[in-house]
């Protein structure tokens, strides 16, 4: 249905009928298939270089120049390219690795790829948040590294850490539906070829819909996490 | 009688935006063992960065630092983390971890020696009787007062039985009346564990009410040590006569004002 031809109202109307969900259903699919698993792969990783980026710094618990200004470079590099360059380079990885270039999983990786660095940052700003003090506690102690990250930094900081994965996540969501351009299919794919090539305005709507939903669903859950461990703590 | 902990020429600079600020020049401190000894002197003057240098929570430049037999100064950084369970250190703002229970946070040192479940559970309440504070074992230091923290911070620092102790600026975030519990307790742990203190502190009463000994400190050097009787009552250096002026003046005031104030 076209707002050309239809009025506004009608075209809402129709965003939420059957035949409308019946096309956006499998796409939504998709779409979380995508998030998920790269929201698995942002999460693990993100945390890993966040935690050598806050350790090897030069206020670290163990600085390593080297490690620490490359790592940062390379992110840094990475972090300058719009997401749909990202897209575009990692397609032939994509093919190297999985033998084709463009459906659901290629995307994944392209998608990783951009909002792993981002996350990594994010994770580094939480560490380095953490007070001073905690840390020199624990190396008075006796406490070895490896034991201060995973036994006081890690545990000290996941309020800060779940709202980190928080925006990561939505920023997944929305990249999400721009790889749906390049063949991965999802709620950004149903939104080009109905909404914008075929003048499908109830399409739009109902994709736009969704993607909202999607979005306040993960905020939501973020903030009410975040808050009852604070809570649990009584920090807040 | 030899001392148990001795500092032999310590130096220490900071590097801060191209200039070298130094800040330990040439500190050599004895400490008997089983004493409370304070270190007192203005802001800046070193004393954080002097007992820092004894457990190496910084390096010193030159210098060398011995605890009884052991010069930690020589120490890898192995054999320092296993030294360092036997220097317990309690800081002004406590730095207890907040994601974990009190419990749990005078469990972790003792998590770190490895010890078996059963008696890390004995361990940790015996402390808490210690320090008086067995009602909140399961509390969140979130729910604690100051001075109930500092309890923790004590009863973590003992976790080990450590038989030094090096608290900078223990009481200075706290109430007069959580100021006396912690002296207090500080004593108790001293006479009944044998530990050797060695006690921060801006304020004066602190050290009249606490330590045997006392060192003045002054832009990085000890201009005058003893006995706290003969330095408070008879002060050569300037930061001496500073603080015994200051506090008879509080005194003064006290005595004008009467029962008015707080
Ligand atoms: N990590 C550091 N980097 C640079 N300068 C430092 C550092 N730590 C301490 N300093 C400087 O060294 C000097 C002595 O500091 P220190 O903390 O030992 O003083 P202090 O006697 O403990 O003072 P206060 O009573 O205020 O705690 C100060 O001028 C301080 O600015
Ligand atoms: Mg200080």
Known sequence: MSLRRYSLWEVVKHAFSKEVWDVLWPAIGDTLYMVIFTAVITLVLGIMLGIVLAVTGKEGITPVSWLHRGLGTIINCLRSLPQIIMIIITLPLARALLGKAYGVNACIIALAASCTPMFARLIEGALLELEKGKIEAAKSMGSTNLKIIFGIMLPEVIPAMIRAFTVALIAIISMTALAGNFGAGGVGDIAVRFGFNRFQHDMLIATVFSLIVMVQVVQTIGDVCSKLILKKRHLI | ?262
């Open chain 2, 1 to 262: 009688m030899s001392s148990y902990i001795r500092t032999e020429n310590l130096y220490k600079s900071f590097r801060t935006k191209g200039n070298n600020v130094q800040v330990l020049k040439g500190i050599n401190l004895e400490v008997q063992k089983g004493d409370i000894y304070g270190v007192v002197g203005f802001s800046g003057a070193g004393k954080s960065t002097l007992v820092r240098c004894i457990n190496r929570l910084e390096e010193p430049d030159s210098g060398k630092v011995f605890i009884g037999e052991t010069e930690i100064t020589a120490l890898s950084k192995r054999e320092l983390a296993t030294k360092r369970r036997k220097i317990g250190m309690i800081f002004q703002n406590f730095n207890l971890f907040d994601a974990k229970t009190v419990f749990e946070n005078i469990a972790y040192p003792l998590e770190l020696e490895k010890a078996k479940k059963k008696d890390i559970q004995k361990r940790v309440d015996e402390l808490l009787e210690l320090v008086g504070l067995t009602e909140k074992k399961h509390a969140y230091p979130g729910q604690l007062s100051g001075g109930q923290k500092q309890r923790v911070g004590i009863a973590r620092a003992l976790a080990n039985n450590p038989d030094v102790l090096l608290s900078d600026e223990a009481t200075s975030a706290l109430d007069p009346q959580s100021t006396l519990a912690i002296l207090d307790l500080l004593r108790k742990i001293n006479k009944e564990l044998g530990l050797t203190i060695i006690l921060i502190t801006h304020e004066l009463e602190v050290v009249k009410y606490l330590c045997n000994n006392v060192a003045v400190i002054e832009d990085g050097i000890i201009v005058e040590e003893g006995e706290v009787r003969n330095i408070f009552l008879n002060p050569n250096s300037n930061t001496g006569k500073v603080f015994l002026k200051v506090s008879k003046e509080f005194q003064k005031n006290e005595f004008v004002s009467g029962g008015e104030g707080i």
